[in-house]
């Protein structure tokens, strides 16, 4: 059974970093893209950046890329999501998610998510 937790949210002030968690359990993901979410309040489940599991292959929405790096410990099975000089418009609940096959940005196609984190960026 594949459990995805994640671990990381908190308060911070503009301009901080942080770095969620992610500990992926359950199964080999070896073959399988591993994606980070967020959703803010009123809003759609949005793409934030995914990594390819075995390769390490990246890829990020545009209003993140330059400010998160997403990342793994293969050995460890656990995904990260470093996050710098943070904005008030990325608080949202960030979400871990895993599918096997190839890399997508669409929700609906991830087959494995974990229950979410919180982050909250003040101005």
């Known amino acids: 059974q594949v459990q995805l937790v994640e671990s990381g949210g908190g308060l911070v002030q503009a301009g901080d970093s942080l770095r969620l968690s992610c500990a992926a359990s359950g199964r080999s993901f070896i073959g399988y893209v591993m994606g980070w979410f967020r959703q803010a309040p009123g809003k759609e489940r949005e793409f934030v950046a995914s990594?390819?599991?075995?390769?390490?292959?990246?890829s990020y929405a545009d209003s993140v890329k330059g400010r998160f790096t997403i990342s793994r410990d293969f050995a460890q099975g656990v995904l990260y999501l470093q996050m710098n000089s943070l904005k008030p418009e990325d608080t949202a609940v960030y979400y871990c998610?895993?599918?096997?096959?190839?890399?997508?940005?669409?929700?609906?196609?991830?087959?494995?998510w974990g229950q979410g984190t919180q982050v909250t960026v003040s101005s």
């Open positions: 998610a895993a599918r096997p096959g190839a890399r997508t940005t669409v929700p609906q196609d991830y087959a494995y």
């Open positions: 990594i390819t599991w075995l390769g390490g292959t990246t």
